[in-house]
């Protein structure tokens, strides 16, 4: 019963959507799983010029709107898919819905070092995309902890 219930809220808030957003929605979740096998195929500034690809056309509308919209349609997708869809993978999928209506961003991968314990330390990386030099879906304080492994110019 509990997992009907589950479910019925899953479904109400993809009904809640627009037309628009439940496109955008089915878009995000097949792009996540394109960009998954492509990352297991594929090297990797192969799959993040595709991702890019389309970013040189003007977009139309209010593109911080759109970057937030799209960027809740492949958060939906990603915590509703088949298995764990990581940031990476988040990020190349949204850059690729964004190249698609003519919105540049820059992807961001960045490694932190985190103390375990006395003797150990831990390295972790994240990935993100920033739009007109802003995170997307993150905060700024977060995205500040960590140390960008390439300068925007290199990963190209």
Known sequence: MGSFRWMRCKWRSVLAL???????????????????????????????????????????????????????????AARNHLYSMGCLRRALALQALLAQRGIRTELRIGVRKEVATACQAVSTAHAWLEHEGRPIGQPEAMTAQYASLLAPEAAR
């Open 18 to 76: 627009s037309g628009g957003e439940r496109w955008a929605l089915a878009q995000a979740w097949l792009l996540l799983l394109g960009v998954d096998l492509a990352l297991r195929l594929m090297p990797f500034r192969w799959v993040q010029a595709l991702a890019e690809r389309g970013q040189s056309g003007r977009a139309t509308g209010d593109p911080v709107a759109m970057v937030q919209r799209l960027w809740r349609c492949v958060d939906m």
